[in-house]
C-alpha cells in the first residue's frame, strides 16, 4: 500500500510540472505574440476629412495598391464610416469608384437616387421609411455613401449586395408604386401597403419583431404581389419582388437551418457584387471598389460561419486580374455602439457599453486589445506576421485571423453611430 501511495504521489507530481510546464510555455508564447503585435503597431489618427500618422502612409500605400479595399467590422459605430470616409479622401486621385455595402440592391439603388435628388435626400428618405435599411440608417454611413454618390444613372456608384432588409418593405412598395400608372394596380398594391402599414404599428407598439410582415408574407403572397404585373413589361417591378421573396426566405430559414441560411446570402452577395461588377466594366475594364462589410463577410478564406465568403471572392478575383486585394478589421475596445432597432423597448440601445473581447470572441482579439491605445487609434500589419511572426497556442482563432485580414485598426473607444 505505501508502494501505491508513492507511485500515486511521484505519477501527480509528474502530471503538475508537466501541466507547470505547458503553462509556462503557453504564457511565454502569448508574450511572444503580443509583443510582435505591438512591434507592428503603428499611430493613426482618424477623421472622415483624411486619416494621419505613420499608420495613415502604412494603409494609403497598401490601398493605393489595391483594386479592392475590405473594412470588415462590428456594426454601430460611427468610427468605421468614418475611417472609410478618410481614406478614401487621403487617396486623391487613387481614390475609389465604387463604395459596396451590405444592403439590398434595390435599396442602394434608392439610397443613391435619394442622395442626387437633393442635399438631404437620405435623411428625409429615412424619415419617410424609418430603418427600410441598415447602416445608411445613420448619419456616419449615410455621408460615407454621399462622398461615392456620382449621380450617374448609368453606372451606379452604391452597390448593394446583400439581401433586402427585413423592414425594407414599405420602402420597395413605394418603388412598385412609383413603376405603375394603372390605378387597378394601384389598388393592389394599396392593399399590400395597409398590410405591411399594419404590422410595423404592431410590431413598433408590441416591441414584437415577430410582426415583422416581410417574414410573414408566404410564397403565395409573393406570388399574388408578382401577378399585380406583366413580367415582360414591369421587369423591374418583377425583379424588385423576386428579391423581397428570396430574402424573405434567407431569413426565414435562419430558424430553420442556420447554414443553408447563410450559404444562400453569401450566394446572393457574389452573384449581386458580379451583377454591380460586370456592368461597371461597361466603362472600366477593372473597376476599384471599397467594401465595408460586417467583420465575417469581408474577410479572405473561410468565415466563422463556414463560407467562402464575399470577402475571398474579391480576394480572388483581384488576383485573378493580376492585381491585389487588401483587407482591413476595425475594432474598437470598448466605448458605445448604437444596437437600436424599432422594435426595442426604448431608445437606451441607441448608446449601449461596448465589451470588444465579448463581442468578438469568436475571433480571438483578445491579444491584439492587449495593444490597444490610450487615445486616437494604432494600425497592426498582420500580413508581416503571416509571413515570419509568432502564433498564439493552437486552437487560438487568431491565428486563422492573421490570414483572413492584412490589417486591423484598433480604436481606443468607439462612438455609437447616430441615427437620422
Known amino acids: 500500500m505505501k508502494s501505491l501511495l508513492m507511485l500515486l504521489g511521484a505519477t501527480l507530481a509528474i502530471v503538475l510540472g508537466s501541466y507547470d510546464v505547458r503553462a509556462q510555455t503557453t504564457e511565454a508564447t502569448e508574450k511572444t505574440f503580443v509583443d510582435a503585435v505591438k512591434a507592428r503597431a503603428m499611430p493613426l489618427r482618424i477623421a472622415s476629412a483624411g486619416l494621419s500618422g505613420s499608420g495613415a502612409e502604412f494603409l494609403l500605400t497598401q490601398a493605393a495598391a489595391s483594386q479592392f479595399v475590405l473594412i470588415g467590422e462590428d456594426h454601430g459605430f460611427a468610427d468605421t464610416p468614418q475611417f472609410a470616409q478618410g481614406l478614401q479622401a487621403s487617396l486623391g486621385d487613387k481614390r475609389f469608384d465604387h463604395l459596396v455595402l451590405e444592403i439590398g440592391y434595390y435599396a442602394a439603388r434608392r439610397v443613391e ?108 403572397d409573393f406570388a399574388r404581389l408578382r401577378g399585380i404585373f406583366d413580367p415582360s413589361r414591369d421587369q423591374e417591378a418583377v425583379a424588385l419582388i423576386d428579391a423581397m421573396a428570396a430574402s424573405a426566405e434567407i431569413y426565414r430559414s435562419q430558424n430553420t437551418g442556420a447554414y443553408a441560411s447563410n450559404r444562400a446570402r453569401s450566394v446572393m452577395m457574389k452573384s449581386l457584387f458580379m451583377r454591380n461588377y460586370q456592368a461597371a466594366q461597361a466603362k472600366q475594364p477593372r473597376p476599384r471598389a471599397l467594401f465595408k462589410l460586417g467583420a465575417y463577410h469581408a474577410a479572405r478564406g473561410l468565415t466563422p460561419t463556414q463560407q467562402f465568403d464575399i470577402g475571398n471572392l474579391a480576394s480572388e478575383l483581384a488576383e485573378s486580374n493580376g492585381g491585389r486585394s487588401f483587407h482591413v478589421l476595425v475594432l474598437m475596445n470598448g466605448g458605445e455602439v448604437n444596437r437600436h432597432f424599432p422594435f426595442s423597448k426604448d431608445s437606451t440601445d441607441e448608446r449601449t457599453a461596448y465589451d470588444a473581447k465579448e463581442e468578438l470572441k469568436t475571433l480571438g482579439i ?55
Open 113 to 220: 437616387a435619394a442622395q442626387c435628388e437633393r442635399k438631404d435626400g437620405l435623411a428625409r428618405l429615412n424619415q419617410a421609411f424609418p430603418f427600410f435599411s441598415p447602416f445608411v440608417n445613420f448619419s456616419e454611413d449615410g455621408a460615407l455613401a454621399a462622398s461615392f454618390a456620382a449621380c450617374d444613372p448609368t453606372a451606379p456608384s452604391l452597390w448593394g449586395i446583400d439581401q433586402e432588409f427585413l423592414l425594407s418593405s414599405q420602402l420597395h412598395l413605394d418603388r412598385l408604386q412609383q413603376l405603375t400608372t394603372s390605378e387597378p394596380q394601384r389598388k393592389q398594391l394599396s392593399v399590400f401597403r395597409r398590410e405591411a402599414d399594419a404590422a410595423w404599428n404592431e410590431m413598433v407598439t408590441k416591441h414584437d419583431p415577430g410582426s415583422i410582415v416581410l417574414v410573414n408574407w408566404s410564397a403565395e
Open 366 to 420: 483578445e491579444a491584439l486589445l492587449a495593444v490597444a491605445p490610450v487615445d486616437d487609434a494604432v494600425v497592426i500589419d498582420l500580413a508581416s506576421l503571416r509571413a515570419d511572426g509568432p502564433r498564439m497556442p493552437a486552437g487560438n482563432p487568431i491565428n486563422r485571423l492573421i490570414y483572413n485580414y492584412d490589417a486591423v485598426v484598433l480604436v481606443s473607444k468607439g462612438h455609437a453611430a447616430s441615427s437620422y
